[in-house]
């Protein structure tokens, strides 16, 4: 099992060398990184580290998800995870828990393995379903950078540009309700995310909930969408998604997140 490490970067300062090193610390062998970079000029291609693991590409990009298709067109592994400059691999073994995993439990057909996040912005891990439902897929899919999707399924289907936050959400509603790729729960948090960034400003925070409307009605029937709304609003959504976010409250949330799923949150 060879995995694909992509990091895409334009002007990342030392944050590009914080996720290498991550990466590069992982106790199981076989891997390679990607780094597309969109033509940096601080310095940071120049002094990224070096190894013959690290390929490094370089062209123009209108666009984060444009620079990710441009990225997975060298990919020569069999899954891809998407690490943003400054996001982490939660520990040095996550690929090797992983690669033993997929071992234990092969997907009949190319799917996508996911796990937790800890978020970095709240100190906090965030639980994942250990099933995905169409009501998941409405609600809340795992972290983008805690899932392991197989190569062929980033080829067949590319990231959609004209959607400037939520292109990977609409990739995996396409591998959900279109492609009809499995998709297992590792048990085990795969990345540390920074959070905080380009998608989480105010006026970003409105072009998302907009996108989500969207994307939402192109996979899903309108009996579905009016299901999902009417649960969301019987069970306070805008208030969970408050103490999720909060530093204070977002740990107390996340246990009861992970009693509801039925399982312990990790030590």
Known sequence: MKFSIIVVCLNPGPKLNQTLD???????PSFEIIVKDGGSRDGSIETMREDRRIHL????????????????????????????CGDLFYDNEVLTHTAQFM???????????????????????????PRITGFVCYRNIPCHQSCFYAADLCRQKPYEPKYKIRADYEHFLWCYYRAKAPMQYLGLTVSSYEGGGYS????????????????????MNPGELFRYRAVMALTLAPLRTALAES?????????????AYGRKQEK
Do not use: C
């Open 200 to 219: 989480e400003t105010k006026e970003n925070l409105k072009r998302s909930a907009a996108e989500h409307k969207e994307i939402t009605a192109k996979y």
């Open 247 to 259: 530093k204070h409250f977002s740990a107390m949330y996340q246990k009861l997140m992970s009693k």
């Open 103 to 129: 071992e234990q439990h092969p997907a009949k057909l190319q799917g996508i393995y996911y796990g937790d996040t800890y978020s970095a912005k709240t100190e906090t891990k965030i639980s994942s379903p």
């Open 22 to 28: 991550s990466i590069l610390s992982q106790t199981y």
């Open 57 to 84: 590409y370089q062209e123009s990009d209108h666009s984060i998800y444009e620079a990710m298709n441009q990225a997975v067109s060298h990919v020569t592994g069999d899954y891809i995870l998407f690490l943003n």
